[in-house]
């Protein structure tokens, strides 16, 4: 039986004003993996995201969802329907209104701004609420406006929005930064929480939060993958030290710990 990718890349190459931002890269995914990519700064993890959502297309190469969903022939909202979410860097929630109601504007299924909030809300969707809310751990907080919630929590809220689409598929793009501590081993607990009912990947620079989540570890470097395992394989690994060599390590990093 041919094994199901939820994600196939395969030579994909992406080039802007001649510099090649992806390379030729082959990326393997499987259904319900929680995958986390690293890399420096240019490797390509921002640009692989872009190709995955239809925010660019690539140059060359093939892009699958599932078993023969060709990505490279689809627009931005067309992938987003297929059960593709992305969460930014910088959360985006809104901040007027309250954590209940960014869930309720959030859920799967067309609804208008009007009739999401002033529209009668069925028993259905308000259990539906309260499990995302829990799972994020904002249920406490429901009728707090989400302007007046902390950096961690809105990153939090930003992820219980994304899960309301119900998607088979979160791209979530350094979810820890300007975390504390504390919320990013919240954070990392959420994502675990999510493995198996979800596939998830992770782009993340810090490592004792990698070091937390990671099954599999793919490193970027200069648009292709230059290897994948473990942490501690991929930290072993000569070539990604050389890679890193000389890099200045953040704070959170353990000694000898690359980024």
């Not at 890349?9 to 993996?33: C, P, S, W």
């Not at 059960?83 to 609804?111: A, W």
């Not at 070539?239 to 000694?255: A, I, M, N």
Request: glycine content about 8%; aromatic content about 6%; hydrophobic content about 35%.
């Amino acid at each position: 039986m041919k094994r199901e990718f939820i994600l196939t890349l395969e030579d994909v190459t992406k080039t802007f004003d001649g510099f090649k931002a992806i390379n030729q890269l082959t990326f393997y995914m499987d259904r319900g993996e929680l995958r986390t990519i690293i890399g420096p700064n240019g490797a390509g993890k921002t640009t692989l995201l872009d190709l995955i959502t239809g925010r660019a297309k690539p140059d060359t190469g093939k892009i699958e969802y599932g078993f023969d969903t060709d990505l490279t022939k689809l627009n931005e909202y067309e992938i987003n329907r297929l059960g593709i979410g992305r969460k930014f860097q910088t959360p985006s929630v809104y901040i007027d209104h309250t954590v209940f109601e960014n869930i309720l504007l959030s859920l799967e299924g067309s609804r208008s701004v009007f009739r999401a909030l002033f529209g009668r809300v069925t028993s259905a969707q308000r259990t539906r609420i309260q499990e995302i809310l829990e799972t994020v751990r904002l249920a406490d907080k429901s009728s707090w406006k989400a302007g007046t919630l902390a950096h961690g929590e809105k990153q939090w809220l930003e992820i219980g929005m994304l899960l309301a689409q119900n998607p088979q598929l979160l791209l979530v793009d350094e979810p820890t930064a300007g975390m504390t501590d504390r919320e990013t081993e919240r954070t990392g607990e959420l994502l675990m929480s999510l493995e198996g009912k979800h596939s998830i990947v992770v782009i993340e620079h810090d490592m004792v939060f990698v070091r937390q989540i990671a099954r599999k570890v793919t490193v970027l470097h200069q648009g292709s993958v230059l290897c994948e395992g473990t942490v501690d394989e991929v930290q072993n690994d000569q070539r990604v030290v050389e890679v890193y060599l000389g890099r200045k390590h953040e704070p959170r990093h353990k000694p000898g710990e690359v980024a």
